[in-house]
T-cell receptor, first 112, second 115 residues
Framework: DQQVKQNSPSLSVQEGRISILNCDYT??????FLWYKKYPAEGPTFLIS?????DKNEDGRFTVFLNKSAKHLSLHIVPSQPGDSAVYFC???????????FGDGTTLTVKP | GAGVSQSPSNKVTEKGKDVELRCDPI?????LYWYRQSLGQGLEFLIY????????KSGLPSDRFSAERTGGSVSTLTIQRTQQEDSAVYLC?????????????FGSGTQLSVL
């Protein structure tokens, strides 16, 4: 039973346009969500997070939106840059869980 | 060092042999995690250490897998009698206090290949 799902394995966008990466979750106990970016041969690095008490969090070009009723979150990157090309992982956690549960990732390719 | 360090970066072993993977977390971080990523898959949780608490071993796939954390710092993940399905990138991460929502700092991983 996969509790965090990223249904799009890959996404390709043109430089300067918006990238939208989606994530769905099934466990209603999750109340904190994080996005990580991973380049080949490197470990994931933290990008942005959101608490369930919010529906939006913005950091520069990156914005995460949370729809609790739909158990859905999305990461928007505007404008997209070639250096954003990487694998993006959605992760979720809840109080006392300790660990984060990750999705399978979406590979983003930004074309110049 | 400033980041999470893992060694070796690559390990090739024969089926049936034991392997040990090492993780040096960021100094001062009390929480340490092991995940693995099989080819084309997401990050699979293995085990979590938080301070002096009993570790959360709920993700270990079989009793061939074990891990320890000595002195609240360095951790070793041991896989006994390796199988081909154990081939994956093993990632270690640490965080400040292991609180909900706290971001994880990952090492570059150990690529394990079981022949």
């Amino acid at each position: 039973d996969q509790q965090v799902k990223q249904n799009s394995p890959s996404l390709s966008v043109q430089e300067g346009r918006i990238s939208i990466l989606n994530c769905d979750y099934t466990n209603s106990m999750f109340d904190y969500f994080l996005w990580y970016k991973k380049y080949p041969a490197e470990g994931p690095t933290f990008l942005i997070s959101i608490s369930s008490i919010k529906d939006k969090n913005e950091d520069g070009r990156f914005t995460v939106f949370l729809n609790k009723s739909a158990k859905h979150l999305s990461l928007h990157i505007v404008p997209s840059q070639p250096g954003d090309s990487a694998v993006y992982f959605c992760a979720a956690s809840y109080t006392n869980a300790g660990k984060s549960t990750f999705g399978d990732g979406t590979t983003l390719t930004v074309k110049p | 060092g400033a980041g999470v360090s893992q060694s070796p970066s690559n390990k090739v072993t024969e089926k049936g042999k034991d392997v040990e993977l090492r993780c040096d977390p960021i100094s001062g971080h009390t929480a340490l995690y092991w995940y693995r990523q099989s080819l084309g898959q997401g990050l699979e949780f293995l085990i979590y250490f938080q301070g002096n608490s009993a570790p959360d071993k709920s993700g270990l796939p079989s009793d061939r897998f074990s891990a320890e954390r000595t002195g609240g710092s360095v951790s070793t993940l041991t896989i006994q009698r390796t199988q081909q399905e154990d081939s994956a990138v093993y990632l270690c991460a640490s965080s400040d206090r292991g609180r909900k929502g706290e971001k994880l700092f990952f090492g570059s991983g150990t690529q394990l290949s079981v022949l």
